[in-house]
């Protein structure tokens, strides 16, 4: 069993479980891009509707917009950065159901707005790792820790972005939110990792960037909930979403794995 250390807080385990967005990646290089191309359309089709106004992304979604509403970062709170993606685009039908499409025609239509945006996502392949993360994950593998991803993003999708990032082979289960009842923050894709890793949730940390996987490893039972924000410092906080963290780091290189 190796040990996980940072700021003073460690814990004994044999299993580390990642969130992936935010986490694994940063999260507005991937799905900043994606958030913008589907706004878009979003707005094309509303126009087309005789909506008037813009969509709300702040509002709605909880994406940050400057004066001219181009989207310039997120909430950590928000439905971008915890929903799944059946939810986001549930909110966004709910806005052409305003406008008067009828739900069902709504929802089509947000499905085919999203598939546009994803296969543009798909060819620019933008998922950038956090800084440090490979050498963490190999200081990881040294110890003889076993790695798990559980993640709101499907599973197909989670495997996808792991493959562009050439992180796939440090993981021995992916669990998306498909795979799972309840997704965060309920236990079970903590809980199902750890089946599949073969160990106990208590012998298992838990790292991400939202409050709700903090809430996934409390509910679950894990050895420890360590918060990832990248702004965050110990004199200026500035992280306080993480409020069921155990610990909050800036970055990887703050982990030190003793084995």
């Given at each position: 069993?190796?040990?996980?250390?940072?700021?003073?807080?460690?814990?004994?385990?044999?299993?580390?479980?990642?969130?992936?967005?935010?986490?694994?990646?940063?999260?507005?290089?991937?799905?900043?891009?994606?958030?913008?191309?589907?706004?878009?359309?979003?707005?094309?089709?509303?126009?087309?509707?005789?909506?008037?106004?813009?969509?709300?992304?702040?509002?709605?979604?909880?994406?940050h917009t400057d004066g001219e509403n181009r989207v310039i970062g997120y909430d950590k709170t928000g439905p971008v950065a915890m929903?799944?993606?059946?939810?986001?685009?549930?909110?966004?039908?709910?806005?052409?159901?305003?406008?008067?499409?009828?739900?069902?025609?709504?929802?089509?239509?947000?499905?085919?707005?999203n598939a546009s945006a994803m296969a543009d996502l798909k060819r620019r392949r933008e998922a950038v790792p956090l800084p440090g993360?490979?050498?963490?994950?190999?200081?990881?593998?040294?110890?003889?820790?076993?790695?798990?991803?559980?993640?709101?993003?499907?599973?197909?999708?989670?495997?996808?972005?792991?493959?562009?990032?050439?992180?796939?082979?440090?993981?021995?289960?992916?669990?998306?939110?498909?795979?799972?009842?309840?997704?965060?923050?309920?236990?079970?894709?903590?809980?199902?990792?750890?089946?599949?890793?073969?160990?106990?949730?208590?012998?298992?940390?838990?790292?991400?960037?939202?409050?709700?996987?903090?809430?996934?490893?409390?509910?679950?039972?894990?050895?420890?909930?360590?918060?990832?924000?990248?702004?965050?410092?110990?004199?200026?906080?500035?992280?306080?979403?993480?409020?069921?963290?155990?610990?909050i780091i800036a970055g990887y290189r703050e982990l030190t794995i003793h084995h």
């Amino acid at each position: 069993m190796a040990t996980i250390e940072t700021h003073g807080h460690q814990a004994a385990c044999r299993a580390i479980l990642f969130d992936k967005d935010g986490t694994l990646l940063n999260f507005m290089g991937l799905w900043g891009s994606w958030a913008v191309a589907l706004t878009g359309l979003m707005e094309r089709k509303l126009s087309e509707l005789g909506s008037p106004g813009s969509l709300n992304k702040a509002g709605l979604l909880g994406l940050h917009t400057d004066g001219e509403n181009r989207v310039i970062g997120y909430d950590k709170t928000g439905p971008v950065a915890m929903g799944t993606e059946e939810e986001v685009i549930a909110l966004l039908a709910s806005t052409l159901y305003a406008a008067g499409l009828p739900w069902n025609e709504a929802i089509t239509a947000v499905r085919e707005l999203n598939a546009s945006a994803m296969a543009d996502l798909k060819r620019r392949r933008e998922a950038v790792p956090l800084p440090g993360l490979r050498e963490f994950l190999q200081d990881c593998l040294n110890a003889g820790l076993k790695l798990a991803v559980v993640t709101s993003d499907s599973t197909s999708e989670a495997l996808e972005h792991l493959e562009w990032m050439g992180i796939r082979d440090a993981f021995v289960s992916i669990v998306g939110r498909d795979r799972v009842t309840r997704g965060k923050p309920g236990p079970d894709m903590a809980l199902l990792a750890c089946h599949e890793l073969g160990l106990q949730p208590g012998e298992a940390v838990v790292i991400g960037d939202s409050n709700a996987d903090m809430q996934m490893g409390k509910r679950a039972g894990v050895a420890m909930t360590i918060g990832v924000a990248e702004d965050y410092s110990e004199d200026a906080q500035g992280a306080g979403y993480l409020r069921d963290a155990d610990v909050i780091i800036a970055g990887y290189r703050e982990l030190t794995i003793h084995h």
